[in-house]
T-cell receptor, first 112, second 117 residues
Framework: DAKTTQPNSMESNEEEPVHLPCNHS???????IHWYRQLPSQGPEYVIH???SNVNNRMASLAIAEDRKSSTLILHRATLRDAAVYYC????FGGGADGLTFGKGTHLIIQP | KAGVTQTPRYLIKTRGQQVTLSCSPI?????VSWYQQTPGQGLQFLFE???????NKGNFPGRFSGRQFSNSRSEMNVSTLELGDSALYLC????????????????FGPGTRLTVL
């Protein structure tokens, strides 16, 4: 699976929107863009995924650039419970021989 | 639906011993993957089982093994434990949908915290 680049950490205020960027310049045409998050002392939690079009679900929105070389996870109104490490992961159609490849992710800090 | 469950949640072993961890996937999910998480290496893929067969394998020594039963429950075993095996072991289940495995989300359990003394 292709690699992704994320900032090490980001800080935001409670009840404000958060935009978490991810660069994936070597993405292939069949790679899905997945986002997971891991809250302290818990297993990772699926957030959202997309292929080409922007996606929305109850947790977040995923904005995918037209050339698909970057994407942004949007938390519309951050709460303290959103403080977590967020991972952007590419996943090929066949799933990849190495499972989900987690990088270091972005440590999101939410200030009250 | 019940989520992914892992037992035990915490385990303490000594070097040289072996350990077996258990994972029950979400009902209807046939794919079970195992991951190791350590502060130094982060989250690393161990292996994936689907319909009782190992489908993918990560870069871990042969001391790490697993199996899957006909009801999709899975176990992983670590033999001859080393201090470096201390980690959080996570299990994730997934369904194989029509969008290909790349489009399927994985659902993680809470993990088993293994400490090797």
């Amino acid at each position: 699976d292709a690699k992704t680049t994320q900032p090490n950490s980001m800080e935001s205020n409670e009840e404000e929107p958060v935009h978490l960027p991810c660069n994936h310049s070597t993405i292939s045409g069949t790679d899905y863009i997945h986002w997971y998050r891991q809250l302290p002392s818990q297993g990772p939690e699926y957030v959202i995924h997309g292929l080409t079009s922007n996606v929305n679900n109850r947790m977040a929105s995923l904005a995918i650039a037209e050339d698909r070389k970057s994407s942004t996870l949007i938390l519309h109104r951050a709460t303290l419970r959103d403080a977590a490490v967020y991972y952007c992961i590419l996943r090929g159609f066949g799933g990849g021989a190495d499972g989900l490849t987690f990088g270091k992710g972005t440590h999101l800090i939410i200030q009250p | 639906k019940a989520g992914v469950t892992q037992t035990p949640r915490y385990l303490i072993k000594t070097r040289g011993q072996q350990v077996t961890l258990s994972c029950s996937p979400i009902s209807g999910h046939r794919s079970v993957s195992w991951y190791q998480q350590t502060p130094g290496q982060g989250l690393q893929f161990l292996f994936e089982y689907f319909s009782e067969t190992q489908r993918n394998k990560g870069n871990f020594p042969g001391r790490f093994s697993g199996r899957q039963f006909s009801n999709s429950r899975s176990e992983m075993n670590v033999s001859t434990l080393e201090l470096g095996d201390s980690a959080l072991y996570l299990c994730a289940s997934s369904s194989d949908g029509t969008s290909g495995r790349g489009g399927n989300e994985q659902f993680f359990g809470p993990g088993t915290r293994l400490t090797v003394l």
